[in-house]
């Protein structure tokens, strides 16, 4: 893979909630809070049908190494322990809990005893914090680098290139202290001697904020990068900080590098300051069909609805929610999706915008393969994956998709090049795992 040239494109960014302060909503009278909201194993349940909790109180333990603890966001009573169908289509165990109105927080909420870089991986893993601009890969596991010598830099991603979403832009002004703070926490237990707090240039009012509070930390720079999707892509955000091409296969740390969302890194230093883990969400409510956008902060596992409707509700019949952004985030089919530890937006768009654009015929203009951040070549995988070719999918590295969708947003025939990649990666997996088998047999 190479990246020369800054590629992507350039999508209408829609801030409306920028200049909002974030607003805490009271607590729902339910939440329903699943098992996996995070990249690996998903969470063993520890609590059962009748049990009290508090805030804070772990509920639900990390089923494997890659994995993240799970913690009730209200005090109340565990009404069920049931399975949820969850929006990208799997299912995990989710723990219903009734409100009790009173926000109690649990005994077990204390700073932890951070004394060296194992008790600190220990609190990170404690916190419960995932990659919250929505990647949701368990910060712990990243962080647990064994040999710290292996980091060049910590990025932190403030990018937030997504069109609508401002709950990073939010947390970077309204819990800057904290980020600042995170970051000496990893300088000191993780010996870090270079932090990048890397932010797109149109939100200059985050980026003199950061300068503001890091000013005094010699490790610390805060850097400037143009507006273009998909800036705030790990693999997009590494070359164009850094100049390192991550290759096929590897992972940041592969090349010297950890990336860390902003919001990520407030939420870290709050635990280690307070013993609070991550319980609540900051989230974008905005689109076409949405009355007053806001930014709400809401309990995990308060339902999508009610947090809408906190923010005042929708304007017109809803057609289609989207929970995460308009380029990369997922369609809902029920109003009442519970909130995630990854969901930083819920997006409710009017018939005109959310009826599809009807595709026609490739006109082989290139124009997606200019655009690609990752040098793929959108066009031609789909014709590979239509003709069912493996092998062909394989020579065109789908694998290196990053499901942007900046290939499709400029496409002049309204390809759905996304959906395919998606599916070219299901085909490819079957094709070789097809080739392992063969291989075995002989
Ligand atoms: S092929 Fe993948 S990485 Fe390239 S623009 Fe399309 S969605 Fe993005
Ligand atoms: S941008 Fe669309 S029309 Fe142009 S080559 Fe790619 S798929 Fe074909």
Request: proline share 7%; hydrophobic share 40%.
């Amino acid at each position: 893979m190479s990246l020369k040239n800054l590629h992507g494109v350039h999508i209408p960014h829609r801030k409306n909630t920028a200049g909002m302060e974030a607003l805490r909503m009271p607590p729902p009278a339910v939440v329903t809070i699943p098992m996996s909201m995070h990249i690996g194993k998903p969470a063993n349940c520890i609590v059962k049908a009748g049990d009290h909790v508090d805030v804070g109180q772990k509920i639900g333990e990390p089923g494997g190494f890659v994995s993240s603890p799970v913690y009730a966001s209200v005090s109340g009573t565990v009404k069920k322990v049931e399975p949820l169908l969850m929006f990208m289509g799997a299912s995990c165990q989710a723990v219903v809990i009734e409100s009790d109105g009173a926000m109690t927080v649990s005994p077990e909420v204390k700073p932890p005893e951070i004394t060296d870089y194992q008790s600190f991986i220990n609190a990170v893993r404690d916190s419960g914090v995932v990659g919250l601009g929505g990647a949701t890969f368990p910060t712990a596991v990243k962080l647990d680098v064994k040999d710290t010598s292996r980091i060049q830099e910590i990025i932190f991603n403030g990018a937030e290139c997504e069109g609508y979403i401002t709950s990073d832009h939010r947390t970077m002004l309204d819990r800057a202290e904290e980020i600042a703070a995170g970051a000496r926490l990893l300088e000191k237990w993780l010996d870090v001697k270079k932090i990048i707090i890397a932010i797109e240039d149109n939100k200059p009012d985050c980026i003199a904020k950061m300068k503001e509070v890091t000013a005094s930390d010699e490790h610390v720079e805060v850097r400037a990068l143009p507006a273009m999707y998909p800036q705030g892509g790990e693999k997009v955000l590494i070359y164009h900080v850094t100049g390192k091409v991550m290759p096929e296969g590897k992972l940041p740390i592969d090349v010297g590098s950890i990336v860390m969302n902003v919001t990520s890194v407030a939420a870290l230093a709050h635990y280690c300051a307070t013993g609070m883990p991550l319980v609540e969400k900051c989230i974008t409510v905005d689109g076409s069909a949405i009355k007053e956008p806001k930014n709400v902060i809401a309990p995990i596992g308060t339902a999508s609805l009610e947090v809408i409707e906190f923010a005042g509700g929708f304007k017109c019949e809803p057609k289609k929610l989207v929970m995460g952004g308009p380029m990369m985030g997922v369609a809902q089919y029920d109003l009442n999706s519970p909130v995630t530890k990854g969901t930083s937006a819920l997006l409710a768009f009017d018939e005109k915008e959310a009826r599809p654009a009807e595709p026609s015929a490739c006109i082989r203009c290139g124009g997606c393969v200019d655009h690609c951040p990752m040098n793929l070549m959108p066009c031609e995988i789909e014709r590979a994956y239509e003709k069912k070719d493996g092998a062909a999918l394989k020579a065109l590295k789908v694998g290196l998709c990053i499901e942007c969708g900046s290939c499709a947003f400029q496409c002049p025939a309204n390809r759905p090049l996304v959906q395919v990649n998606k599916l070219s990666k299901t085909m490819l997996r079957d094709y070789e795992n097809a080739l392992k088998e063969k291989e075995a047999k002989k």
